[in-house]
């Protein structure tokens, strides 16, 4: 809860948002609230097959609609193709369809009615092509192949792809092959995830307009403005300089929103009509278009001695990508890096393959394949521990990372607070003294626990503080608040850092045109990356301030201090200080011109050491700054039903520094309920091509009703020495370790080992049967 | 398409209007009255996100045809400040931190509203079951909760 005053403080302190009241009243305004003068609707025309060459468009009844003021197919868009990874992926289906819903041909009118109405009369002549729908067809040699171009497509990593594969990433330490014979304890199986969608309240929609010299400027959904900026300019071959990227507020993203959805069509409909276009996309159009977590395939084996030492792991991993690369080689590079998990292994090795399949892609989605890698290897320390009879904390405890430890690979671990994760959560759940309850009834309660780690140091960022003449500040770093709080967090970073008061300080919002580059909210890395920025160009303003007031008080700079509420003064010295209003009008107006300063990185510490790790195809070379978590989950389940649900639960996070602890929180409680409903109940289902349950009717997720209220946030504050005032990310672990405790709690209480997600109470259910005709 | 005329009091204000038969309430306030507070989530009743009142009682404005709407009063998340004022759920809101993305919330605050002129003393699970109808996926709920019960502990006490 907030202090008394809401607007109190800086670092440290709950403050609400600052656009609370916004968001209180209905003003806020999302992009399907936005227009524009003279602005058309549009709807897009999606395939009705998932593999296919196009031969034709017939789309003269549409044309004549009145009211339509545009029909473009994909013969009307340039031939640029866009991808975080691989460049594979035109704007809209070019040639070939590769899914089922893909975006053939889109539609401009004058009201949404008549362009849904005129998308519907749109035909395609599509020759079809036999279609691949799983991993397993896409390896064969024979399978068709979806992109016939993947060798020639430009890569930003070093890829190693062939046929239907996109992508393959191996990392390794040590000698795995040689270390099972010192092994007394191997436990190896195999594990599956499902599908799970995103499920932003808000559709994803994107509104284009053009100016009378063939600029655009362009507001969507989005997690970056300039991610969309470089994938709207790669799909049309625009230059960058001729699109203008601005946001709206955003209605959350976990992921979906990172990469494209319909940026490039209404920026072409807008160049094509010459006026502003809006296009939303309903609920099922989202579901089928936009991107979901990848399904993953583990194989997964750990070696141990009887005295509990972990020895050996080995992980396997296959990824449907769907039929786009997206941000898929990055999930795949990711997972495999944190498939060892955050302990002692001093041999190693994660191998996995991304292929290609005639779906929807596959992308970013808060924890980007470390929660599937988790439930894997969490399941197994807990399988390891069962066989040795050792407490699963303690066996964890012996083995975890401790400080001073590196990252599987031998990347630098600079602060590590794991240990004292695990220390409160123990504490705080009573751990060892929850007895299993095998009373009479049909509800058995079990307890489990999972350990998690996740980074926050990843591409580039940078931020303009600036101090205006009445010596207030604007902020200005191009971060998107996706709805986490980073416009808050980073605000109050500001703050502090100058000693003023969070009133004082504006944020710009982020403007392609004005904003300093910040790669996107995402990998929990705004606080971390962004928050630098802002000390460091603070730095540089409070040296500039430091500077003019020396001038005005006759005396060294660095004998000069920042004060509380805006002012500079001697050390030692009370009466003898200058206000920032005093320094600000003496830069403006008389010497040295106004104050601005500016800081730009990118992340630099290496994810691999040459010397500790051999690694072929990774992704992401300079990946680091490592937040720890534990998370105790109790669960009853239903023995008749199969149906588990969680009744309490602890999750203890080190975040280097909370800058907004009920922010810290509401990533933690939120994480948690997502990595919930990923365990035990969210699903997509495709029959053959088609997804079946492309809308929220259909696909469940938690509701109040489905989430115990006693979910308990522990902030763990273990200060990572170059993080804004020790902070480090939060945005995705406290998803990632939460699948895996449920399924060692829903071992405790019934006995079987889940092994698939999500844990359905039918899958619970035929587990328990089979184990009855075991016994 | 054949329209029909239409009487409400939208947030105190009277409004006559010619609508579509077909039109949604979430529609008419969103693209005729620019009352863009109630948003458009799933458009099918499930996500809560268009949640306004009619008459006091909380109903999915997509799922409403305006031309039902004759003469009632209708209550958009809008209307629920008093001048510059937030309500006590509004206020309890931003007090417990229980707002993220903002995308449910005038929906979550216009069904909190309504069930707290009803429930004086809300349990945590009297909370959940009224609010089940109204889906978040930023917050875990937890906050929404305590943002409940906080306003329903300070309207007792104005009251006492």
Redesign the interface.
Known sequence: ??EAN?FGGGVGT?I??P????????????I??LSRPDMLHAAIVQSPVAHARIKGYETTAARAVPGVAAVLTGEDFPDGRMGAFIKDEHAIAKGKVRYLGEPVAVVAAESEAIARHAARLIEVDLEELPPVLTPEEALKEDSPAIHEGLEDYIKVFPAICNGNVASETEIGEGDVEAAWAGCDVVVEDEYETAPQA??????CGALAEIDEAGRVTLWSANQSVFRVQANVCESLKLPMSKLRCLTP????G?GNKMEPHVQPLVVQLAIATGRPVKL?L??VEDFETVRHRHPFKIRCKTGATKDGTLVAREVEVLLDGGAYGDDSPGVLGYSLLMARGPYRIPNARCHGRLVYTNKMRFGAFRGFGNPQVAFAGETQIDEIAEKLGMDPLELRLKNMLRPGDRWFGGGEVASNGLAECAAQARRAARWGEAATDRSPGTVRRGRGIAFAAHISGLLGTGAIVRLLEDGSVVLNTGAVD????SDTVLTQICASALKVPVEQVALASPDTDGSPYNWGTTASRVTYTTGRSVVAAAKKVEDAIKSHAGEILECAPHDLELRDGGKVGVKGVPDKEVSFIDVSLRAHWAAGGPIVANDSWVFNQPSVDPKRAVARGLPFPQIGVYSFGCVIADVAVDTVTGKAEVTEAWSAMDVGRAINP??V??QI??????GMGFALMEELVWDGPRLVNP???DYK?P???D?P?A?HSIIVEEPEPDGPFGAKGVGEIGLVPVPAAIANAIRNAVGIRPRKLPMTPERNLRSMLEADDAA | MSGLSVAMTVNGQDRSLDVPVTQTLLETLRDQLALTGAKRGCNQGVCGACTVMVDGKPVRGCLSLTVNCDGAEVTTVEGLADGGALSGIQQAMADTNAVQCGFCTPGMLVSAFAFLREAKTPSVEEIQYALSGNLCRCSGYRKIIDAVQLAADRSAEVSS
Request: aromatic residues 8%.
């Open positions: 809860m907030n809401p709950s609400a948002r656009d609370i009241r916004e968001k209180l009243t209905g003003r806020a305004r999302y399907a609230d995103h499920l932003s309240i808000e559709p507020k955003i209605g959350a976990f939303i309903n609920r996706i709805g986490q709080g009920a922010s929180e509401g409680e939120g994480g948690f309920v997502q809308s929220m009717m997720a509701t109040f009703r989430t209220y979910l």
